[in-house]
């Protein structure tokens, strides 16, 4: 298994531009989240998924929009890009039921100028 | 508001030494508790987690302790190696309803020789 690929790894948005993070995992995770990290510190949850057609805001959400059409893919877009989404961004997911343990993506990291 | 935080920024330990990390978290209604180490340019991976109705926790070389009478966590990594140098993140579950995991901003280990 390729566990949870995210693309692109790096990128660079002028202020007010658009773009889609994704991510896939083919581990037939039900749930799937999106965190930032910014410099120095934790993860926020920006939005999450407990299955297809369904989805769910974290704590930072503004800003953001989610889609989640197959159980595989959980993309995040941005649509007017600000200097304060600049940030790294981690998708994760795991399975339902017994531990919670959450598996990372290797990040996507977004700088707005 | 509510948080999980850490005691030490920065923990610099000798190789073979035993390293011990802190969290302390303000949530007494937190029912799960996990550890995360995060290398360099790489989303966080799984160590080791706790329930609440646990006091402690073993697992290769890492033990988690958990006191819910002044809400803290400790992770001990036994032998501190080289490669264990990264950053270390505590992540709470708030109720039994919710997949939210809140974490901490995080404690840098670094281990010289």
């Known amino acids: 298994n390729a566990g949870v690929t995210q693309t692109p790894k790096f990128r660079i948005l002028k202020i007010g531009q658009s773009m889609t993070l994704q991510c896939t995992q083919d581990?037939?995770?039900?749930?799937m989240y999106w965190y930032r990290q910014d410099p120095g510190m934790g993860l926020k949850l920006i939005y999450y998924s407990v299955g297809a057609g369904i989805t769910d805001k974290g704590e930072v959400p503004n800003g953001y929009n989610v889609s989640r059409s197959t159980t595989e893919d959980f993309p995040l877009r941005l649509e007017l890009a600000a200097p304060s989404q600049t940030s790294v961004y981690f998708c994760a997911s795991r399975r339902t039921g017994g531990d919670n343990e959450q598996f990372f993506g290797p990040g996507t990291r977004l700088t707005v100028l | 508001g509510e948080s999980v935080g850490l005691h030490l920024p920065t923990l610099s330990v000798q190789e073979g030494d035993n390293s011990i990390i802190n969290c302390a978290y303000s949530n007494s209604a937190s029912d799960y508790f996990i550890w995360y180490k995060q290398e360099s340019g790489k989303g966080p991976q799984f160590i080791i987690d706790i329930r609440s109705n646990m006091d402690k926790r073993q697992g290769q070389r890492v033990t988690v302790l958990l006191n819910k009478t002044v809400k803290h966590l400790s992770l001990q990594i036994a032998a501190t190696q080289p490669g264990d140098s990264a950053v270390y993140f505590c992540a709470e579950k708030r109720s039994y309803n919710t997949d939210k995991l809140i974490f901490g901003t995080g404690t840098r280990l670094q281990v010289f020789p």
């Open positions: 581990m037939n995770h039900n749930y």
